[in-house]
């Protein structure tokens, strides 16, 4: 088997051949048609979170040649949209690599056990719906009040990597996007006092698998915004009655706020993760302080605390257009939508 990393972005003809109707392309292959009609909007929406993910998987090395990939399907706007988009990305993709989808029923009160799989035979997608009553187990042993999510977090995970094996996966999918990416950033710098997030492709706990999450890129209003369009049928998150992680909460709160009232901060802070400077920063077992000597070498990096930090061509977000600008593009692409498609996005 070669391993040989997607070039996604290098394809603007097979770009150009995203479905005008939402899916047709895959919808003829695989006998599935979306439950929505489709508008240029809806078509502009779903080439941005393509080319957004396309980059991803280029950056990150995500996707090689014969790759056998475990798409984790909870039901959720995520989950849903990150299969679509493979799916259509391995329709036009230079490699081959297969998906499966995989749903853990952790037989929580009143989850529709049926929607998933109706919703997979449909689309034609192989899948396996693993069924595992971790919802008692998690009832049985965690007191009344306490929070569950960090047991029923980690018998997920152990499930999920035993059926990785199982299906011979080589790489387990996340749907997470980028603002589980940012809220984490903030949680572990407002809660953890550590400079670290969700990576985009990391090795699991126990070291067997490759973890990637190829909506790293991508705005969660998109996905909502696309999820809406789409129709899926979205199975509620709160069947287990867990209380909400209130400090998540209150950090998706506060960037919701921000887009609001600081046009541009919440692209810039994305960008900055994948700019780190380890010499301006504190950690002295990422840089060599004691090393450093006058050298009499005048550097352009030195010490230039407060001067505007341009985005250097050729660094890893380079081409991950400011999305107030995409907006401006899809918005021009788009002209001509009706009023009530125009007030969906
Ligand atoms: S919200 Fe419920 S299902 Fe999700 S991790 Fe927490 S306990 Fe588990």
């Known amino acids: 088997m070669t391993a040989q990393t997607i070039e996604f972005r290098k394809r603007p003809d097979t770009a150009e051949a995203v479905p005008a109707a939402g899916g047709a392309d895959l919808a003829g292959r695989r006998g599935f048609s979306r439950p929505t009609g489709t508008s240029r909007r809806q078509v502009a929406l779903e080439k941005r979170i393509r080319r957004l993910t396309g980059m991803a998987i280029e950056h990150f090395a995500m996707i090689e040649d014969g790759d056998r990939i475990m798409v984790c399907l909870s039901g959720g706007k995520d989950s849903y949209t990150l299969l679509d988009i493979l799916l259509k990305l391995q329709a036009v993709a230079p490699v081959r690599f297969e998906l499966i989808a995989v749903n853990l029923d952790q037989k929580q009160p009143g989850f529709p056990e049926h929607i998933l799989p109706e919703y997979l035979t449909a689309l034609g997608v192989p899948f396996h719906i693993e069924t595992q009553d971790t919802y008692s187990i998690v009832k049985r ?18 499930i999920l990597y035993r059926v990785a094996d199982e299906l011979g996966a080589t790489k387990i999918a996340l749907g997470h996007h980028r603002d589980d990416i940012l809220e984490t950033f903030f949680l572990n710098l407002f809660h953890g006092g550590k400079l670290k997030t969700m990576p985009p492709k ?19 209003r998109d996905i909502e915004k696309y999820a809406a369009l789409a129709g899926y049928p979205i199975i509620p998150c709160n069947l287990c009655g867990s209380q909400p992680n209130l400090k998540r909460a209150e ?23 994948s700019q780190v400077v380890p010499t301006h920063l504190l950690d002295h077992g990422l840089n ?10 005048a550097r352009e990096d030195g010490d230039t605390a ?15 257009d400011d999305p107030m600008e995409m907006d401006a593009a899809d918005d021009a692409a788009d002209d001509g939508a009706g009023e009530d498609e125009a007030g969906l996005i």
């Open 251 to 273: 950090t998706k709160a506060m960037l919701r706020q921000w887009e609001k009232d600081f046009p541009g901060r919440v692209e810039s802070t994305f960008r900055a993760m």
């Open 141 to 158: 042993v965690v007191p009344e009040g306490k929070t569950t999510c960090s047991l029923c977090s980690r018998l997920r995970r152990g």
């Open 202 to 220: 990391l090795v699991s706990d126990d070291g067997r698998h490759v973890v990637i999450r190829p909506l790293a890129y991508v705005p969660e």
């Open 288 to 297: 060599d302080f004691a090393a450093v000597r006058a050298d009499g070498v």
């Open 306 to 320: 407060f001067d505007a930090m341009p985005v250097v061509p050729g660094t890893a977000l380079a081409g991950l």
